[in-house]
């Protein structure tokens, strides 16, 4: 019990740091005023094609298979012949049980494989389950690691099971990054997606994601303007840089260029590189392209 006071403790202790007291109205206003004067500045050829490098091309459907996922990967390393000039994406995202396919098929060097684990989406599954899962991830070639974070002991108010959670997850990843899935989308409050953007940062994640993709609603302007508040604060607390990922309803350039536009203002040029800012996406990956290009293609 005296272990849980003290964790309970330096949690108040770390939070209390930081200004929780948003409102969602002055959120919405900050992210209109964004988008109205700011937006239009990125709507070019070069923004566009920075964001192809920023994609975590991705498949998670239930109809998955061996086959699907090493035809995914090869049309990766097809790429590259085909479209020397432009960047390839940044990396591929899929379920833990094809991370050895991906890693014996990709051939592109610096293209991350992410695997999402922990039981997603739910992350309603035993700690002991999800850091096994994600060590044997790790161990079949995964170079990152997604994982939910417990959203409902989040909203529970038990912030110390999501913290131990994320930590001990983080311990199984070892040196590989992890991405903490916060699931905006259920949060609903400005104020509880920035308490769980910190809670995730203060517990290990080096990048924070706004969704599954599984849930509506999934990615928002909104939710994305307070999480990389929350990364501009901590960074300013600790000196340490965390990444920003949305994911799931990117349905559109436009959409690209608002979260990056969002990622330059708050967080500033620092983050404009696909070491700190990815897109969780495979539809927009055609779409950004096709624009680049200057014609229709479905490549991937």
């Excluded at 990709?106 to 494989?113: P, S």
């Excluded at 599954?125 to 899962?133: G, P």
């Amino acid at each position: 019990m005296a272990e849980t006071t003290i964790q309970k403790g330096r949690i108040e202790d770390a939070l209390s740091k930081y200004n929780l007291e948003i409102s969602d109205e002055e959120v919405r206003e900050a992210v209109k005023k964004i988008i109205a004067e700011k937006v239009h500045e990125n709507d070019t050829p070069e923004v566009k094609k920075f964001l192809m490098g920023s994609v975590e091309l991705t498949t998670l459907k239930t109809t998955d298979s061996d086959e699907s996922v090493l035809a995914f990967t090869e049309r990766v390393n097809q790429f590259e012949a085909t479209y020397p000039n432009l960047p390839h994406v940044a990396t591929i995202c899929v379920y833990p049980r094809f991370a050895r396919i991906v890693s014996e098929t990709l051939e592109v060097d610096g293209v991350e494989i992410a695997c999402v684990s922990g039981s997603f989406p739910s992350s309603q599954a035993l700690i002991e389950v999800k850091t096994v899962e994600t060590s044997l991830a790790i161990k079949d070639g995964a170079t990152e690691i997604d994982m939910v974070q417990s959203v409902g002991a989040f909203l529970s108010g038990d912030y110390e099971t999501v913290c131990d959670e994320i930590q001990q997850m983080k311990e199984a990843c070892g040196e590989h990054k992890m991405k903490v899935i916060l699931e905006t989308g259920c949060l609903k409050t400005a104020k509880n997606i920035k308490t769980a953007s910190l809670l995730a940062m203060y517990a290990g994640a080096d990048y924070i994601k706004t969704s599954t993709g599984k849930l509506e609603p999934a990615a928002t302007p909104e939710a994305a303007y307070v999480m990389c508040q929350a990364i501009k604060e901590y960074y300013d607390e600790t000196g340490i840089q965390i990444g920003f990922k949305p994911a799931g309803g990117l349905n559109s350039v436009m959409d690209a260029l608002i979260y990056y536009t969002i990622v330059k203002e708050v967080l500033g040029e620092k983050w404009l590189t696909n070491q700190w800012f990815r897109m969780g996406t495979s539809r927009l990956a055609n779409m950004l392209l096709s624009e680049v290009i200057g014609e229709e293609v479905k490549f991937f």
